[in-house]
């Protein structure tokens, strides 16, 4: 018997006890066994999933456990096991791909900057905070909507407009937004704010959505 671990060998038995165990054929899989699978992201960066999620593991392989609340999932990714640490959607900032262009189309906006102007439009959009020192700035700026904490990159010379409050070329924003339409991201008729219309296009609630389906999945109890 082999003791590599895949979906055609591995199963998932229920003791007596209701206690799901995570089996290689009979055999309980044991930490070792474990430790082996590779890690990779469950959780694509539009929020949905990349494979097939068979449980959770109460178990952290690579000493994490003071690391802010994640989960360890055990999932399938085509005939191959994978595991996975699924942070929460409170322990940090996540990718999205329209993330960088929303911000971009702020700067653009020029809603960036001052106070809420744009009572549609979220205005807690970080490009970094204050310390001791001075202002510490992100390598990627950050906002949240609805909750949910979200990074994308800028070019070096929008960040510094913005930094420096300075409005963009018009230039530069009649040609992102034509970029935008082109993508079919933007109405080519679309007039007024961009990020508006980027913002509808972000679906806020599904990486959370995700998560809280994950926390949902059976615990799958494995050998020491």
Same mark, same amino acid.
């Given at each position: 018997?082999?003791?590599?671990?895949?979906?055609?060998? *591995?199963?998932?038995?229920?003791?007596?006890?209701?206690?799901?165990?995570?089996?290689?054929?009979?055999? $309980?899989?044991?930490? #070792?066994?474990?430790? $082996?699978?590779?890690?990779?992201?469950?959780? =694509?960066?539009?929020?949905?999933? &990349?494979?097939?999620?068979?449980?959770?593991? &109460?178990? %952290?392989?690579?000493?994490?456990?003071?690391?802010?609340? %994640?989960?360890?999932?055990?999932?399938? &990714?085509?005939?191959?096991?994978?595991? @996975?640490?699924?942070?929460?959607?409170? =322990?940090?900032?996540? @990718? %999205?791909?329209?993330? @960088?262009?929303?911000?971009? *189309?702020?700067?653009?906006?020029?809603?960036?900057?001052?106070?809420?102007?744009?009572?549609?439009?979220?205005?807690?959009?970080?490009?970094? %905070?204050?310390?001791?020192?001075?202002? !510490?700035?992100?390598?990627?700026?950050?906002?949240?909507?609805?909750?949910?904490?979200?990074?994308?990159?800028? @070019?070096?010379?929008?960040?510094?407009?913005?930094?420096?409050?300075?409005?963009?070329?018009?230039?530069?924003?009649? #040609?992102?937004?034509? *970029?935008?339409?082109?993508?079919?991201?933007?109405?080519?008729? =679309?007039?007024?704010?961009? #990020? $508006?219309?980027?913002?509808?296009?972000?679906? *806020?609630?599904?990486?959370?959505?995700?998560?809280? !389906?994950?926390?949902?999945?059976?615990?799958?109890?494995?050998?020491?």
């Amino acid at each position: 018997m082999t003791d590599r671990l895949t979906p055609q060998n *591995a199963t998932v038995t229920t003791a007596t006890i209701k206690v799901q165990a995570l089996t290689i054929g009979k055999k $309980q899989v044991t930490l #070792a066994v474990f430790r $082996q699978l590779k890690e990779e992201p469950l959780i =694509a960066e539009d929020g949905t999933l &990349n494979g097939d999620p068979w449980g959770v593991v &109460n178990y %952290h392989p690579d000493k994490c456990s003071d690391d802010p609340e %994640h989960l360890h999932v055990v999932w399938q &990714n085509g005939d191959e096991l994978r595991r @996975s640490a699924v942070q929460m959607p409170e =322990a940090g900032y996540h @990718s %999205h791909p329209l993330a @960088s262009l929303y911000i971009t *189309a702020r700067i653009v906006d020029g809603t960036a900057h001052g106070p809420r102007s744009h009572p549609e439009i979220p205005d807690t959009l970080y490009l970094g %905070h204050k310390t001791p020192q001075g202002w !510490r700035y992100y390598t990627e700026p950050r906002f949240t909507i609805d909750t949910m904490q979200y990074r994308g990159e800028v @070019s070096d010379s929008l960040r510094e407009k913005w930094k420096r409050g300075l409005p963009v070329d018009a230039e530069f924003a009649e #040609a992102f937004r034509d *970029a935008l339409a082109h993508a079919d991201l933007l109405p080519q008729e =679309a007039s007024g704010d961009i #990020a $508006q219309h980027l913002l509808d296009l972000i679906p *806020a609630r599904q990486y959370q959505d995700t998560v809280d !389906r994950l926390a949902e999945l059976p615990q799958l109890f494995i050998a020491v």
